[in-house]
């Protein structure tokens, strides 16, 4: 099993939003990154409520940034209230001096030098935003950044939605699953292996697994038993 699929396995373990913190920490340490920030910055919440965000930055820093209302100023999250793509650092325009003050103020805390961040935009009109930072020299970071930026895409949808569910910021409905989701539940449900259910399918064994995470995620399940007895609960498939 890959890294990001023992990560996404991880994720389906964690079972409440104050985990997180933990969850995010050994990723950390898997991945050999200085940070990982989870930042929840639209969802179905009051505009008057504090921003939902969980980090692994320096407990300083986090009061600065907070007492300082640095999220309306940072780039990191402005550009990604608006973007659709991941954005290396650096590429930000830091010839505003403001701009410069705030990188080099977050790098004397800890945040690291270079990072790359994937906005997430869910189903219902929310967004979020994950960060890895890391001190990489530049040559490092070239030869790094695509695998970091590939598994950190695909976990920072993971992540959205499985802080949204434990967050209670779900709408209390029933999931809904993809066709391929539902058709790799149902036979796991039956008995198929995922070696079986990508012959079957004809996918490939990690496009299979990728499915059934999502589909474990989704249904806010911990295992892959307990996403079977919710999908046939919620009646979303046969067995």
Known sequence: MSLIDETLDALGQVMSFSHMQEFAAEVCRWYDIQNLA???I??????????MFVTTYEQHWVQQYVKLNYFEIDPVVLIGRSSFLPLDWDEIDRTNPVRRFLFAEAESYGVGK????????GPRQERSIVTVTTYDAEDQWKRRRAVLQRDFHLLAYFLHERSLHLAGLRVTQPPKLSGREKQCLELLARGAAPKQIADRLDLSVR??????????LKLGAANKYEA??????????IV
């Open 228 to 237: 079977i007895a919710r999908a046939v609960q919620h009646e979303l498939v």
């Open 42 to 51: 639209s969802p179905a919440r009051r505009d008057k409520d504090p921003p």
């Open 207 to 216: 496009t299979v697994r990728l499915y059934l995470s999502s589909a474990r």
């Open 114 to 121: 270079r990072g790359i961040t994937m906005p997430v935009r």
């Open 38 to 40: 989870f930042q929840i």
